[in-house]
């Protein structure tokens, strides 16, 4: 028997390895070329779909694109079964995957989507939310009379309440002249001044939203204190104009904007709630799925939170200071909220066909 040499044991271990390859080469062109076809067909129609939607393609070409579909599925799943080399693999499951997406994703256009967060989504999750909501408004009420009580009491307490920055020489010592002329302003407004001032209270008053949403996690209480103490501003500063004999005056002054921006403050609280609710008391569910299943809503009450800021801050900057007239100042404050409240009860609610009559 002849003995063979290890070199020529390896020699012959190569040249099995390079067969094996180009065999796996070999099986690997032949199955590209017997379906390449249909996968380049599939690929365009896909391209197409990505860029105008499903509504670009005809009635023919979406069924082609789904039968496509299923046939690079099953490309796929032999591909893998047979080991051809992982580019080609690599290539049908990007393939399938965008396929995929194509057929069976809600094909909505981004406008498509925002107005069905306007016109349902947002309005269903504040119906949902009674509770949280009345959590929200509950604390900036009970802040806001807590504040007014103490401080016609005893005007010391609004230098405890409200931080020396953000009264701007309008404190219990100001006298009355000044405190109206803070109302009733005549000063030159220019339109860059205005919008300058209308983005700082933006900013200002979405950092309070964004703390007062994100502390509720921590079981409601740090939202309601927040809420609460924002409401004790309030009241400590409708006590001063008051004591001065301008209760209405600054009634008006803080309606134009502040229904609005209250009713933000109050439902940026309510999410908040939401969460530490879901913490508190998850039910039957662990909290870390109760937590998932109100972070639904709690989102859309702090897009709507976000929203009505805007609306504030645009009001509050320019609105505010272009209208002197305090009668006119109330009707747009209230009338936004009438505004409010008649789109978050009445959008998005199901309607309930009549009943056929029993036969």
């Known amino acids: 028997?002849?003995?063979?040499?290890?070199?020529?044991?390896?020699?012959?271990?190569?040249?099995?390895?390079?067969?094996?390859?180009?065999?796996?080469?070999?099986?690997?062109?032949?199955?590209?070329?017997?379906?390449?076809?249909?996968?380049?067909?599939?690929?365009?129609?896909?391209?197409?779909?990505?860029?105008?939607?499903?509504?670009?393609?005809?009635?023919?070409?979406?069924?082609?694109?789904?039968?496509?579909?299923?046939?690079a599925m099953n490309s796929l799943s032999v591909a893998r079964d047979i080991s051809l080399d992982r580019a080609l693999i690599a290539y049908l499951e990007s393939l399938c995957a965008r396929a995929y997406l194509v057929v069976y994703a809600p094909q909505e256009s981004l406008g498509g989507l925002a107005a069905r967060l306007l016109i349902r989504g947002i309005p269903q999750a504040v119906r949902r939310s009674a509770l949280p909501l009345f959590i929200g408004f509950l604390a900036l009420v009970l802040g806001a009379a807590a504040g007014y009580r103490l401080c016609m009491n005893d005007a010391s307490w609004f230098y405890t309440f409200v931080p020396p920055e953000m009264a701007d020489q309008r404190t219990p010592d100001a006298s009355a002249?000044?405190?109206?002329?803070?109302?009733?302003?005549?000063?030159?407004?220019?339109?860059?001044?205005?919008?300058?001032?209308?983005?700082?209270?933006?900013?200002?008053?979405?950092?309070?939203?964004?703390?007062?949403?994100?502390?509720?996690i921590f079981v409601s209480v740090p939202s309601f204190a927040l809420t609460f103490y924002n409401g004790l501003i309030l009241g400590a500063f409708f006590a001063m104009f008051h004591q001065k004999g301008l209760g209405y005056d600054v009634f008006a002054w803080l309606s134009i904007h502040g229904v609005t921006e209250l009713a933000a403050i109050s439902i940026a609280c309510a999410g908040g709630a939401r969460l530490g609710l879901a913490v508190l008391l998850p039910g039957a569910r662990s909290r870390r799925e109760a937590l998932r299943h109100q972070a639904h809503d709690a989102i859309k009450l702090a897009i709507l939170a976000a929203l009505?800021?805007?609306?504030?801050?645009?009001?509050?900057?320019?609105?505010?200071q272009l209208i002197q007239d305090p009668t006119l100042r109330l009707t747009i404050g209230w009338g936004m909220g009438l505004f409010w409240t008649a789109w978050l009860l009445l959008s998005g609610r199901e309607r309930k066909h009549p009943r056929e009559p029993a036969q």
């Open 177 to 216: 002249d000044y405190l109206r002329s803070t109302i009733y302003g005549d000063e030159r407004h220019e339109s860059d001044e205005l919008a300058t001032f209308s983005t700082f209270l933006f900013s200002h008053n979405t950092t309070i939203v964004v703390l007062i949403f994100t502390l509720g």
């Open 308 to 320: 009505m800021l805007i609306v504030a801050a645009f009001i509050e900057g320019f609105l505010r």
């Open 1 to 71: 028997m002849t003995d063979i040499s290890i070199d020529d044991r390896i020699d012959m271990g190569a040249a099995a390895a390079t067969g094996a390859a180009q065999s796996d080469m070999l099986r690997s062109a032949r199955f590209r070329v017997e379906r390449e076809t249909h996968w380049r067909e599939l690929d365009q129609l896909v391209a197409r779909a990505e860029k105008g939607g499903a509504s670009a393609l005809s009635y023919d070409e979406i069924r082609t694109l789904t039968a496509g579909y299923r046939q």
